[in-house]
């Protein structure tokens, strides 16, 4: 007699405790915008129209990025390696890349509860916004955006949940959509990380304390999403050298954008922000983990050796202190090393993704890898890292027993 063996049982989590996702992505409906805008803009807010034979974004009559569809699942269900997926057609992916009721259903399959959704069409954290139109034309391209995600949550019965675009050229708008995103049931903030590209202060200016502000009133975690910025939002990047085919520029070049968020924890941490803003929760996204103890380790050499005299006069913790207090960051296809992260970075510091549907997504069997990643794991641990750590930084409402123990405990 065969004997089925339940996600839980295989992840060693007790029954009923909710697999959570935090970082999938969206295909973006080419009617997202056109759907739902005001009849004397909808020719000029983003739409897709096909230019010298290839399927263009045009907004405000400017092409601002091909139409892809980011997605490595094909119709059937088949994963798509290397550049294979260069070039698919809606009709030709898996409709859960863009389909509510066919990524529950997906979900339901391989057992997971709930996902965290970023976008695509225009950049990961929403930066290529400033590629054409006005500041109002922006702003209402942004608002439709956000009003298609909380459209999102209610059609999947609160499972999938998009992060609020922001308005990030203009700091009190920004503000504004946070209040009105929150007032419409969404849990959390994905921001760009270069505003300074653009003739902005950067991110560790007082100017943008307004922002984190709201954030910490309204306990809404800001996440940076790894190419949330125009020097890092790139397939290939700088980083492989010319002679490289497109298999070997995307291996080399998605390695190291995961790295890129190395530098937005850094800069993070010695602007003052999290000095500034200690309620403020921060998530690094789909940068793995296992780098990461040993960057924080650098951090606090640096401060000592670079900056002597910081530490306890402009900064009152050490690096690792401050990641422990207010920052997180999640794993995928890691199998090595991940109780030893975990253990260095604190068991309610990081959290599961698998980056459906894109070209280094886990799939089909997600939870078979982080079962093996995560079986080493005390059960408190393995149960924060794949369910309640979750949960609790995005006030996820979800079914089964209470969850455990609030994040910043580390007992």
Request: aromatic content about 10%; glycine content about 10%.
């Amino acid at each position: 007699m065969t004997t089925t063996v339940s996600f839980n049982e295989q992840l060693g989590l007790p029954a009923g405790v909710p697999v959570i996702d935090v970082d999938t992505h969206r295909t973006e409906p080419h009617d997202l915008w056109t759907s739902r805008a005001p009849a004397r803009f909808a020719d000029r807010l983003p739409h897709v129209e096909t230019v010298n034979g290839s399927s263009q974004w045009i907004f405000d009559g400017t092409p601002v990025g091909h139409a892809g569809t980011s997605s490595v699942i094909d119709r059937d269900g088949n994963k798509l390696l290397g550049m294979r997926f260069a070039g698919y057609s809606m009709d030709q992916i898996h409709q859960g890349s863009f389909d509510v009721a066919a990524r529950l259903e997906f979900m339901d399959r391989t057992g997971v509860w709930a996902q965290i959704v970023y976008p695509n069409a225009f950049g990961f954290g929403g930066q290529h916004f400033v590629a054409a139109g006005d500041d109002a034309l922006r702003l209402l391209a942004v608002q439709l955006f956000n009003d298609a995600s909380a459209e999102m949550q209610e059609q999947s019965g609160d499972r999938l949940f998009g992060m609020v675009i922001l308005p990030w050229w203009d700091v009190d708008a920004a503000v504004a959509e946070i209040r009105r995103c929150h007032a419409l049931g969404m849990r959390g903030v994905n921001s760009g990380t270069g505003p300074h590209l653009h003739g902005l202060p950067d991110l560790g200016d007082p100017h943008w304390d307004p922002m984190w502000e709201v954030c910490a009133e309204l306990a809404l975690p800001v996440n940076f999403h790894i190419g949330a910025s125009g020097d890092t939002y790139s397939w290939f990047g700088t980083s492989p050298w010319p002679g490289h085919d497109f298999e070997h520029r995307l291996a080399i070049g998605s390695a190291m954008m995961y790295l890129s968020n190395a530098s937005v924890m850094a800069n993070l941490i010695f602007s003052g922000v999290l000095e500034r803003h200690p309620d403020v929760q921060f998530v690094s996204v789909e940068s793995g983990i296992g780098w990461i103890p040993f960057f924080l380790q650098s951090l606090d050499y640096q401060q000592a050796q670079s900056t002597p005299g910081t530490y306890g006069s402009k900064f009152s913790l050490t690096p690792t202190e401050y990641f422990h207090r207010q920052m997180h960051a999640c794993f995928w296809f890691e199998e090595r090393g991940v109780a030893e992260a975990v253990a260095a970075l604190g068991d309610t510091n990081v959290m599961f993704e698998t980056d459906y549907p894109h070209p280094t997504c886990l799939y089909p069997d997600s939870l078979a890898t982080a079962s093996a990643a995560v079986r080493t794991l005390p059960d408190v641990s393995r149960r924060r890292v794949m369910s309640d750590n979750a949960v609790r930084l995005y006030r996820l409402p979800v079914p089964g027993p209470a969850v455990g123990t609030a994040i910043g405990d580390n007992a």
